[in-house]
């Protein structure tokens, strides 16, 4: 099956900018449907952001989209997300997922089979 780790996370200030991993096996790196989502205390999980690698299709939250990026890192079968221009409000565990199928509706968590064990990401003012 499956499996993905994702690292990266930290405390950073406001303003900032952190990378996250994840790290992908057990499926053709390519073929996999791969989202970030995050999750804060006392809140509903919370999708962030899209990849399908095969056919380089991206999405974004509307709460992210212009300050965070998804990309891809052949060689190491990982995707990344780039954070830039971090706020408060952005702080929580931070997961991927991913789907082997095809998706109907790829912001939704009941889409996704596998998932990460999480990193925390702290942005403080």
């Known amino acids: 099956q499956v499996h993905l780790v994702e690292s990266g996370g930290g405390s950073v200030q406001a303003g900032e900018s952190l990378t996250l991993s994840c790290v992908t096996t057990?499926?053709?790196?390519?073929?996999?449907?791969v989202s970030w989502w995050r999750q804060a205390p006392g809140k509903e999980r919370e999708w962030v952001a899209f990849?399908?690698?095969?056919?380089?299709?991206?999405d974004y939250a509307d709460s992210v989209s212009g300050r965070f990026a998804i990309t891809q890192d052949n060689a190491r079968n990982t995707v990344n997300l780039q954070m830039n221009y971090l706020r408060p409000e952005d702080s929580g565990v931070y997961y991927c997922?991913?789907?082997?199928?095809?998706?109907?509706?790829?912001?939704?968590?009941?889409?996704?089979?596998?998932w990460g064990q999480g990193t925390q990401v702290t942005v403080s003012s």
């Open positions: 990849r399908y690698n095969e056919a380089e299709s991206t």
């Open positions: 997922a991913a789907a082997t199928h095809m998706l109907s509706n790829w912001r939704s968590a009941r889409a996704y089979t596998y």
């Open positions: 057990g499926y053709t790196f390519n073929r996999l449907r």
